[in-house]
Every structure is written in C-alpha cells, then in structure tokens.
C-alpha cells in the first residue's frame, strides 16, 4: 500500500475528511511502510515481536520523532491501544498488517477491536477481483471471511475497495523521489519485490469507513449496513 500513489491519496482524502490524528500499524517489519505513515498523520503507533525486525525498524526510524514503536503481539497491542484511548475523541486509522508466519492474527485483531466504533480500518492484501491478495490455510482474504467481525467493530461501517483500474503503482524512481532512502537496503529489496509480478505490484484493499464516502474518495463500495449512518456530535448514530 506504501507504494501506491491511489493508496497514498485516498490516505490523506480520509485523514482530511474525518481529521485523523493518529495511525496504528500491526507488522512494523523493517519499518519502510511507517516511514511514510509518518509523513502523513502526525502520530504513528507501530508493533511487532520480531526482534531482529525491531532493531532494523528503529535504526531506520531513530530521526524520527511521531513514531511510537510497541514490542507487543498484534492483539494485545489493538486492545491496549483501545484501552488507552480513553476520552480521545479523535478517529484514528488502524492498518493490520501482521502477517507472513502460520498464525495469521488478522481476526483476533478485529477482535481487540470490537466495539471501537469510532475508527477506520484498513486491510491490505484483500481479495479484490483482477488483484493480488493473502491465503492462509485455504482460507482467502475476503468479505466472507471479515465481514461478520468488522460488524462487531462497528455495524454501520461501510466498505469500499480499490480496483485494478483505480491503482497506481509508484515506480522505483518516483517513489525514491517522494521519500527518499536510494541507499536503503531493506527499501532497494521491498521496492525490487514489489515490482517481481502483477500480483505483487497489484494489491486489494478493503476500506471500512464509519459513514457513506458518496462520490467524495475514490473507492468501489462492496457492502453498507442495513441502515445508514452518520457522524453527528462526535457520535456514530442511526439516520431515521
């Protein structure tokens, strides 16, 4: 998602509609993906349990002052951020993206989550038609299979995706130019991985979103609640 101009400007459409201050990241790897998180929400909170991923991220983010690094599995990190969002009235963007090992969190993630009405989740690696997406254990990334517990979260998210059409893969050199780090190994390899296949430069994305976007962001909508809702005083309601 890091490497898409589409991704990156449908980013910063949210973050300026809803006012988003905070972006929580699960799977910080070698921290390429928080770096540019960082040049977009004031706040950044990132977790993984890899340790020789945590010391390369940290060596990469040491200048960099927004970014929160947690030592924590992703679970415990959603629920303590959950917890600790107290009084907060602020809508933070939250990205689960811990995976690549045979425990695939994703739904114990969204579980950490249930209840926290008041946010926007982000899942990349979505079954989206004509795109790359994850399978773990035969079970695909797709609506079947987050839909009931993105309910739990909030029943009246919408969801949107991207599409084949709408992305817009960074090129090496544009991407180099935006953000820098030509020298950076683990950038030069993820770079160089992304652009191996179609189904590594091409990525689904879900959006679940706590209000109907209309026309206003560019994104496909592929499920809203049964009733529409709102944001009205700072509190997610029901349109009668």
């Known amino acids: 998602m ?31 993906g928080t770096l540019v998180w960082d040049r977009l929400f004031p706040e950044v909170h990132t977790c993984d349990i ?5 010391e390369t991220a940290r060596r990469k983010l040491a200048a960099v002052r927004n970014v929160n690094i947690h030592a924590l599995t992703s679970p415990l990190f959603l629920a303590a951020m959950r917890e600790s969002w107290g009084q907060r009235t602020d ?10 090992y045979t425990y695939w969190p994703l739904l114990d993630e969204l579980e950490a989550l249930k209840g926290w009405s008041r946010c926007i989740i982000i899942i990349h690696d979505f079954k989206v038609e004509g795109m790359g997406y994850d399978s773990y254990g035969g079970r695909d990334l797709d609506l079947a299979l987050v839909r009931e517990p993105l309910t739990r979260v909030n029943p009246n998210f919408h969801l949107y995706t991207n599409s084949r059409e709408l992305s817009s893969p960074l090129t090496k050199q544009e991407w180099h130019k935006m953000f820098g780090l030509e020298d950076d190994p683990e950038v030069r390899a993820a770079l160089e991985h992304a652009w191996e296949s179609e189904a590594a430069l ?6 679940a979103v706590p209000e109907d976007l209309g026309n206003a962001i560019p994104l496909e909508m592929v499920a ?11 509190v997610v309601t029901d349109v009668v």
């Open 2 to 32: 890091w490497y898409d101009r589409h991704a990156l400007s449908v980013l910063t459409l949210l973050r300026e509609r809803f006012q988003v201050k905070a972006f929580l990241e699960t799977g910080t790897h070698h921290g390429i």
């Open 50 to 54: 890899n340790a020789e991923f945590l």
């Open 91 to 100: 809508i933070p963007i939250i990205y689960p993206d811990a995976h690549w």
């Open 202 to 207: 091409y990525r689904g994305t879900l959006y």
């Open 224 to 234: 809203c609640p049964e009733k529409p809702s709102a944001l009205a005083d700072g």
